[in-house]
């Protein structure tokens, strides 16, 4: 039976236990601490076993997940430092959270796993990214990998990379709603019922991505394939390559980068 543990309860902690209820279901023990009763009482109804301090968490399960916001470690470490032994395995999912940072703050030789995941993971569409801790063992970073896998999929990426990856998953999904915004804004502007341009955008975006994986066309191939020589497409993405758009997107992702080092702790 595999034994895990939530300091944090909020969307992203909630999602993740559920979808270890939903895959593991008898063959898993979650205990959970938030200081929220309410989202407790919501989540023993599920069959979590509500604990009375993050102290127990560590106590009771070997895999402890920190659900909680990057401010929060600060305060959140030293109360768990003196119940963390070399049995736990802390699973950050806070942006800028080091495995040398949960050291410093708790023992040594801490074994952990860096975890990035993104919001579909709440309606079971994540994309998550994880990098094994020195001290971590595969069997323990495969077990973490497939508890993130009940919501998506996940990938193990570099452990120097992790602060790289979150304007790639982590970040992004705010920046494709806004990309969506644009679009759904202009039929609204030319007497498009935006809810029907919001499905039809939301559609395309499904049946892109699918086409990204699945097509085994490379992605300007796949542009190559919308673009009819003289066409309405070209017409478009001769505004887009005006505007640079290739060239926003790198400088989003390089100021996301800066930020995450900025809160790297």
């Known amino acids: 039976m595999i034994k895990v543990g939530f300091i944090g309860t909020g969307n992203m902690g909630g999602a993740i236990i ?3 209820i939903a895959k ?3 063959n898993a023990s979650v205990t959970a601490y938030d200081p929220d009763k309410e989202k407790l009482a919501e989540l023993q109804k599920a069959g979590v076993k509500a604990a009375a301090s993050e102290g127990e968490v560590c106590q009771s399960c070997k895999y402890v997940f920190l659900a909680i916001k990057p401010q929060m470690f ?3 470490l030293p ?3 003196p119940y963390v ?3 736990n395995v802390i699973v950050s999912i806070a942006a800028g959270i080091t495995e040398d940072y949960i050291a410093k703050m708790t023992i ?3 074994r952990t796993v860096i975890v990035m ?3 579909p993971f709440l309606v079971g569409e994540g994309a998550t990214a994880l990098a094994k801790g020195k001290n971590t063992s595969e069997k323990e970073f495969g077990e973490v990998i497939d508890i993130f896998s009940t919501g998506g999929i996940a990938k193990v990426v570099p452990m120097d990379k992790m602060k790289e990856i979150i304007a790639i998953n982590g970040s992004s999904p705010a920046f494709i709603y806004l990309f969506a915004k644009g679009f759904t804004d202009y039929a609204e502007s030319v007497g498009i019922d935006g809810r029907t341009a919001l499905e039809l955008f939301s559609q395309s975006l499904i049946g892109s991505a699918k086409m990204l994986t699945d097509s085994g066309y490379s992605v300007d191939e796949l542009i190559k394939m919308v673009s009819s020589p003289g066409g309405t497409t070209l ?3 001769d505004g887009l390559y005006e505007g640079r758009l290739t060239e926003v997107v790198a400088d989003c992702c390089e100021r996301c980068t800066k930020r995450a080092c900025e809160l790297s702790k």
């Open 85 to 87: 032994t070399e049995e």
């Open 18 to 20: 559920r979808g270890i």
């Open 24 to 26: 593991y279901g008898d």
């Open 108 to 110: 040594d030789n801490v």
């Open 235 to 237: 017409a478009g993405l």
């Open 74 to 76: 600060d305060s959140v």
């Open 79 to 81: 109360v768990i430092a």
């Open 117 to 119: 995941p993104n919001t």
